[in-house]
């Protein structure tokens, strides 16, 4: 079962930056269930918290320039969370600890909001 399924709704935590409208990038470790999922099937429904306001999206996995271009914002919200320097951070997501996303709303089949 995955969470395209019906309208199961489920909790998955992750911490998230906003960036231009339409993009938002979510940190989290890279041997998590969601992050596996994420590169077999980049599909991914955002929520907003406390409410039944949703988005569906693509995630794309984030290095090279573009993480470097992210990397600060990154660092500046997550600095005792796994990425203590922009180096450090670009180690992490290297080495496979971490992982960054970027997800494009509304670029997954069939977007849908609620």
Same mark, same amino acid.
């Given at each position: ?50 409410? %039944?306001?949703?988005?569906? *999206?693509?995630?794309? !996995? =984030? ?5 470097? $271009?992210? +990397? &600060? @914002? ?16 670009? %180690?992490?997501?290297?080495? *496979?600890?971490?992982? !960054? =996303? ?5 670029? $997954?089949? +069939? &977007? @849908?909001?609620?």
């Amino acid at each position: 079962m995955s969470s395209r399924d019906g309208d199961l709704v489920g909790t998955v935590p992750v911490w998230f930056i906003e960036a231009p409208p339409g993009v938002v990038y979510l940190f989290t470790f890279g041997f998590s269930v969601k992050a596996r999922r994420w590169r077999a099937d980049p599909w991914v429904r955002l929520t907003v918290p406390g409410t %039944r306001c949703s988005v569906e *999206g693509e995630a794309h !996995l =984030v290095d090279g320039a573009e993480l470097d $271009a992210v +990397a &600060p @914002r990154v660092v500046e919200r997550w600095s005792m969370q796994g990425a203590p320097s922009v180096e450090g951070l670009r %180690r992490t997501v290297r080495d *496979g600890m971490h992982v !960054l =996303v970027r997800v494009d709303a509304g670029s $997954a089949d +069939a &977007p @849908r909001t609620s």
